[in-house]
């Protein structure tokens, strides 16, 4: 009986024959902790008696979810992972440096068929380069810091078959909405995703980020895709490390298996206040917005950018209307700088903040006041999640946002199409 | 080990972001600080409302969205003594473990607000007081079992160095 791609790499990693549903402790090829996370994992690491980290290659601790520091507070948790990460030598990425999970990949960290924990739900991110990464909780994170491994339930896989082309104008990020609404914020909970077919084929290495980065909004463990040449090619461009790709066995035995046509897939928006209550744009538009975001782990990459910049270019944000632009990481904004996207976005009218979490998180850098409606390229809209519980967000892709800001209402961004 | 206490009812999908606002949970790593604020998105007088070894009673998929472990630790610091659902999602699951918060899942149906709750977790038995019925846990996996037993993942690691479920 074949096996699917987490089958595979759990089964390498732990020695055994892994099988969904059993309970196997596995080698990591690398861990994660980012600012929000890293402080208890640091605590619990001591209380543990533990004295040096497992590997310090293998480690990386990110300060990207409130960078730089808007409260002593959060200076002094900032403090106290320099402290840690000078002293244990680990791999550190200081305010500006970039969100935890474009760093990861774009530094070379993760290759293909790697076990990979990051203390932070979007951790499946690099599912998108055949990496079983999952996120974890503080505790598991000071276990896998202490001895480089961790249990896992090895998951059964919920596969999704996407077939045809998407139009102009619509994105990855509308093929995930677009799955998330139509599985539900639990539809693949305990599962491992597994994303295939032409239309993820077609996609780049940057538009399939986008994709697994949210399979944990359906609940899934992680986001796996196959790597096909781009992949390959992608990986090479950004790591020395050798790497061998695991692909699914043609006779591997899925919980579930969907099939799809995204040839007439429109626009998607999940609305207020769960990423799966999502609509085509033809039921939202027009809705008034007060602020645009186009950034976060979800889409804040240069493809993203140039996207956005398409649709902003030679134009003025609606009067009333603001839009903050946050990169993923500081080569993203070098590269956009170079290009002449951070211009375009100025002129636009835009407010351009820190490479790093940016407002998504709800620490700083654009809370909204009571009763506006924020429309944002991030992945989640929970009640709160920018920092004010009487505000409402709105999820879409890049070129959404981009279009919405232009009129200060929710609008279809193929009008914009070459 | 028997808990007793309310039942405060929540809906589908509690995120941890209404457990433990973003907003807050940045600021301290002092869990009684943090605790106040425990599912105030929700019930902005939840925390007032509390007695100590009250439950958390919802729906399905409790605690899905963010990693943060301050979620459980909040919970555990209002001296919640167990959160019930449907069922829970992964990484809140695992968390709750580690840190020790009693995870129970069964019918949330069979409770309603204000009752009253004695739960026998050795057992496996979920009494509930106010309507007179007894209601089955699902039981925890013996991996689970092992680290919640010892006290959560730090004092499983205290006691064995690293991982042991021989």
Known sequence: ????????????????????????????????????????????????????????????????????????????????????????????????????????????????????????????????????????????????????????????????????TLPAGVYSKDLILYLIGDVTADGATYMAAEYTGQAIDALSVEGRFTISNMAIEMGAKCGLMEADEKTVAWVKAHSNKPFETVKADPDAVYARVKEYDVSKLEPQVAKPHTVDNVSPISEVVGTPVQQGVIGTCTNGRIEDFRIAAEILRGRKLAPGTRLIIAPSSRQVMLQAMREGLIEIFIEAGAAVVTPGCGPCVG???????????????????????????????????????????????????REFNS | ??????????????????????????????????????????????????????????????????????????????????????????IFYRNCINTGLPLIECDTDLINPEDELEIDLGAGVLHNLTQGIDITITPLPPVMLKILNDGGLVEHFKKYGGFNFD
């Open chain 1, 363 to 413: 620490t700083h850098n654009g809370v909204p006041s009571d009763g506006e409606n924020v429309i944002s390229t991030a992945n989640r809209n929970f009640k709160g999640r920018m920092g004010n519980n009487k505000a409402f967000i709105y999820l879409a892709s890049p070129a959404t946002v981009a279009a919405s800001v232009l009129y200060g209402k929710i609008s279809d961004p």
């Open chain 1, 1 to 164: 009986m074949g096996k699917t791609i987490a089958e595979k790499i759990l089964s390498l990693k732990s020695g055994q024959d892994a099988r969904a549903n059993d309970i196997v402790v596995a080698d990591l090829d690398f861990v994660m902790g980012q600012d929000g996370t890293s402080g208890l994992a640091i605590r619990a690491f001591e209380e543990m008696n533990s004295k040096r980290v497992f590997d310090p290659v293998k480690i990386a601790m990110v300060i990207d979810h409130s960078a730089p520091s808007p409260l002593e507070g959060v200076s002094a948790l900032h403090h106290q992972m320099r402290v840690f990460a000078n002293e244990q030598q680990i791999n550190f990425y200081d305010i500006g440096d970039g969100v935890c999970h474009q760093l990861v990949p774009e530094k070379g960290h993760v290759v293909p068929g790697n076990l990979v924990i990051g203390a932070d739900s979007h951790t499946c991110t690099y599912g998108a380069i055949n990496v079983f990464s999952t996120g974890v909780g503080s505790t598991d994170l000071a276990a896998g810091l202490s001895s480089g491994k961790l249990w896992f339930k090895v998951p059964e896989t919920f596969k999704f078959i996407m077939n045809g």
């Open chain 2, 1 to 90: 080990m028997n808990l007793h206490g309310k039942v405060h009812k929540f809906g589908n999908d509690v995120n941890t972001d209404y457990i433990i606002s973003g907003r807050h949970k940045f600021k301290t790593l002092d869990m009684k600080e943090l605790a106040k604020h425990v599912m105030e998105d929700l019930d902005p007088q939840f925390y007032s409302k509390l007695n100590k070894g009250d439950f958390i009673v919802a729906g399905s998929n409790f605690g899905c969205g963010s990693s943060r472990e301050q979620a459980p630790l909040a919970i555990i610091n209002a001296d919640i003594s167990a959160v019930i659902a449907k069922s829970f999602a992964r």
